[in-house]
C-alpha cells in the first residue's frame, strides 16, 4: 500500500521512465544498426508519391482560409451538443428551448455566410474597384 | 443539481439590456445578409433604438437589484452605473460614426451589429458576478472590438491596428483566464463572493504565493485592458490606427467597463490579501500617469496624443482603486463617467474635421479651427479644460474626489505625486488650445468641412455633460456614494 502521496505516483514514474529508455534505445539501435543509402530520392519530404514542384511558401487563394474557419465555428458549435445531451433528462424543457434558440442563432450565422457568398467556390472575376470595399459578397472583394 | 432550474422572469428581467442588444445585433447580421448590392443600409437607425431601448431596460433592471442565473450575474447599483455608462458611449458612437462610414464608402450594417456585440460584452462584464462571466464578457467585447478597429479593411494603418489589437489582446485575455483557473484550483469557485468568502474563512492556510500568483495573472489581463503600464504599448498605436469614432468608443466604452470589473475583483475577491496587491498597483498608479503624460507631452497627432492621455487617466483611477474604500470606489465611478463624456468629446471633433483617410490629425492641423468653426473649437475647448481638470468641469471633481480618497487613505505621497503629473499634462492640453485660438488658419482649417449633425449633437451632448457634472456632481456622486458600498 502507498504510504505518502508521493508513492502513489511510484507507477507513473516508473511508466515515464520505460517510455523513455524505449524510445531512445530504439532510435539509437536504428542509428547503429541500419543500413545508410545516400540518394536524392532520400531528400524530399515524401518517399513515396507525387514529386513536389516548387515552394511550400506561396500565396493561395484565401477562399481556404474562409472554409477552415466556418468550418471550425460550426465544428464546435456541434461539440457543444455533446454535453447538453448529457443533462437533457434533468433539466428538460428548459435545455430544450436553451438549444432551441443556440440553434437559432447559428442558423442566422450560417445564413450570413451563405448569403455573403463564402461559401460559393467559383466566382466570375470581376474588376476590382478603387477605394475601401463595400460590397456585399466576401469572395468578390477579397478575390 | 437544483430540480428548479428555470428562471424566473425576474431573472430575465436583470438580463434584459444584453438580451435585447443582443437580438438587435443578430437582426441586423439578418438584414444585412438579405440587403442587395447598391441599396442601402438602415442599421444605424435601428441600433440608435436599440440603444434607447436597452438605457431603458437598463435604468428598470436596476430598480430591482439581485442576482439572476445562479449568482452568473448580480445586478446593482454599481453594475447599473457602469452599464448606463456604456450604453451612452455607444450612443455617442453611433451618432458620431455616421459621416465617417459615408465618407469612406463603408456604409454596411456590420459596423452596427459588431458594435452591439461589443455592448453586450461590456454591459454583461459591468453586472457579472462570476469569473467565467467575466471572461466571457470581456472576449464578446473584444473580438468585436479587435473587427471594429480594422473596419476600413483596405486602410493599412486600420489593418495594423486591429492586428496588434488583436494579437496583444488576446494573448492578455489568456492571462486572465489563466488566473482564474489558479484561484478556482485554491478556492473551488470561480464566484467573486465565494473566493472572497474562502479566503476570509480559510487565510491562515490557503498557500499565499499561489493566491498571489493568480491575483497577479489576473492583473495581467486587466491592466492591459484598462492599458496600465507596463501593458500599455499597444495603445497609442491601435488608438491612432483605428478610425476615429472607435478609437472614441475603445478608450471610454470597453475601458469603463473593464475597470467596473478591475474594482469589483480585486476589492471584493481579493479584498482579504489587499495588503499584498495594494503596493503593486500603487506602483503601477505612479507608473502609469507618468508614462501616459510625459508621452503625451511629444506628440504630433492628436489621436496618439489622447491615447496617450486616456492611459494617463487610467493611472489617476487606478490611484482610486489603490485607495481602497467608498469613498475611492465612488471616485472610480465619478471619473469614468466625467472621462467618458470628455474623451468621446474630443475624439468626436475631429471625426468630420480629418476628413477621407484621416489626412488632417496632427495637431499643427487645427490651427485656426477658432476662426473658421467656433462651435467645433469651442466644445473642443471645454473637454481640453476638462481633461486638464479646471474648475466647473468634470474633470475637476473627478480628479478632486480621486485624490481626496487617496488622502483619506494616506496616500500622502501617491496624491503629491498625480497632483505633480497633471500639472505637467496641462502643458498638452493647452497647447492644442492655443493652435486653436492662436495660430493663423492654415490648409486644414481653411478647407474645412461643416460638422455633421451626428458629430454636432455628440460635441454639445458631450461638453454639456461636461459642464453639468462639473456644476452638479452631486447629481451622479449622490448615486455613486449609495451604490459604492456594495464592493468591499
Avoid at chain 1, 547503429?32 to 507525387?50: A, F, I
Avoid at chain 1, 477562399?63 to 458549435?77: G, P, Q, S
Avoid at chain 1, 448529457?86 to 450565422?109: D, H, N, P, S, T
Wanted: glycine fraction near 8%; include cysteine.
Amino acid at each position: 500500500m502507498p504510504t505518502s502521496e508521493l508513492e502513489k505516483y511510484f507507477p507513473v514514474l516508473v511508466m515515464a521512465v520505460i517510455a523513455a529508455v524505449m524510445a531512445a534505445s530504439l532510435t539509437i539501435l536504428s542509428s547503429v544498426l541500419g543500413k545508410r543509402s545516400k540518394s536524392p530520392q532520400k531528400d524530399t519530404p515524401y518517399e513515396c508519391g507525387m514529386a513536389p514542384t516548387g515552394d511550400a511558401r506561396d500565396r493561395f487563394s484565401i477562399k481556404f482560409y474562409l472554409v477552415a474557419m466556418i468550418f471550425i465555428l460550426l465544428d464546435i458549435e456541434a461539440v457543444f451538443l455533446y454535453p447538453w445531451a448529457v443533462v437533457y433528462r434533468q433539466l428538460k424543457w428548459f435545455a430544450f428551448f436553451e438549444m432551441l434558440l443556440f440553434i437559432a442563432l447559428v442558423l442566422v450565422g450560417y445564413f450570413y455566410i451563405w448569403k455573403k457568398g463564402a461559401l460559393d467556390w467559383a466566382i466570375p472575376e470581376r474588376p476590382r474597384k478603387a477605394g475601401p470595399k463595400t460590397g456585399t459578397n466576401l469572395y468578390r472583394e477579397a478575390a | 443539481m437544483p430540480t428548479n432550474f428555470m428562471p424566473s422572469t425576474e431573472e430575465y428581467f436583470r438580463i434584459l439590456p444584453e438580451l435585447i442588444l443582443t437580438l438587435a445585433g443578430v437582426l441586423i447580421m439578418f438584414l444585412e445578409a438579405l440587403r442587395k448590392e447598391g441599396q442601402k443600409s438602415n442599421a444605424g437607425g435601428v441600433t440608435l433604438a436599440t440603444l434607447v431601448a436597452a438605457l431603458i431596460a437598463a435604468v428598470m433592471a436596476g430598480g430591482s437589484p439581485g442576482p439572476a442565473f445562479h449568482d452568473m450575474v448580480f445586478v446593482d447599483g454599481f453594475g447599473t452605473f457602469f452599464r448606463i455608462l456604456v450604453l451612452v458611449v455607444g450612443l455617442l458612437t453611433v451618432l458620431s460614426s455616421q459621416s465617417y462610414l459615408e465618407r469612406h464608402d463603408a456604409q454596411i450594417g456590420e459596423y452596427y451589429g459588431l458594435l452591439l456585440f461589443s455592448l453586450v460584452g461590456q454591459s454583461l462584464l459591468c453586472v457579472s458576478n462570476e469569473l467565467m462571466m467575466v471572461f466571457i464578457g470581456i472576449e464578446i467585447s473584444s473580438i468585436a472590438s479587435y473587427i471594429m478597429a480594422g473596419f476600413l479593411r483596405d486602410d493599412k494603418r486600420n489593418n495594423e491596428s486591429a492586428l496588434k489589437y488583436f494579437l496583444l489582446g488576446s494573448f492578455a485575455t489568456a492571462f486572465l483566464l489563466y488566473g482564474v483557473a489558479w484561484i478556482y484550483g485554491i478556492t473551488g469557485t470561480t464566484n467573486i463572493d465565494g473566493i472572497r468568502q474562502a479566503l476570509l474563512n480559510n487565510l491562515p492556510a490557503v498557500p499565499l504565493p499561489a493566491v498571489g500568483a493568480a491575483a497577479a495573472l489576473m492583473l495581467v489581463g486587466f491592466a492591459f485592458k484598462v492599458s496600465a503600464v507596463p501593458f500599455q504599448a499597444w495603445a497609442p498605436d491601435v488608438y491612432q490606427g483605428a478610425p476615429a469614432p472607435v478609437s472614441a468608443f475603445m478608450s471610454a466604452g470597453p475601458k469603463a467597463a473593464a475597470f467596473a470589473v478591475f474594482t469589483r475583483v480585486f476589492l471584493t475577491a481579493f479584498g482579504p490579501i489587499a495588503n499584498r496587491w495594494e503596493p503593486i498597483l500603487w506602483i503601477v498608479a505612479l507608473a502609469t500617469m507618468i508614462v501616459g503624460n510625459f508621452a503625451a507631452l511629444t506628440q504630433t497627432n492628436i489621436k496618439r496624443m489622447l491615447a496617450y492621455s486616456s492611459i494617463a487617466h487610467a493611472g489617476y483611477v487606478l490611484v482610486a482603486i489603490v485607495a481602497h474604500s467608498e469613498a475611492g470606489t465612488a471616485a472610480v465611478m465619478f471619473y469614468l463617467a466625467s472621462y467618458a463624456f470628455m474623451n468621446v468629446g474630443a475624439f468626436a471633433a475631429i471625426v468630420d474635421y480629418s476628413r477621407r483617410n484621416e489626412k488632417f490629425v496632427n495637431i499643427s492641423d487645427l490651427a485656426g479651427l477658432g476662426q473658421k468653426q467656433p462651435f467645433t473649437a469651442s466644445m473642443m475647448t471645454i473637454y481640453m479644460l476638462s481633461l486638464i481638470g479646471v474648475p466647473l468641469t468634470a474633470g475637476f471633481f473627478g480628479k478632486f474626489y480621486i485624490f481626496k480618497a487617496a488622502l483619506e487613505s494616506d496616500l500622502i505621497w501617491l496624491t503629491v505625486l498625480g497632483l505633480l503629473n497633471s500639472a505637467v499634462a496641462a502643458y498638452y492640453y493647452l497647447r492644442i488650445l492655443v493652435v486653436m485660438w492662436m495660430h493663423e488658419p492654415g490648409e486644414a482649417a481653411e478647407s474645412a468641412p461643416e460638422a455633421s449633425f451626428g458629430v454636432k449633437a455628440v460635441l454639445f451632448g458631450s461638453a454639456l455633460a461636461t459642464l453639468v457634472l462639473g456644476i452638479l456632481p452631486s447629481l451622479v456622486l449622490d448615486f455613486a456614494n449609495r451604490s459604492a458600498n456594495i464592493i468591499k
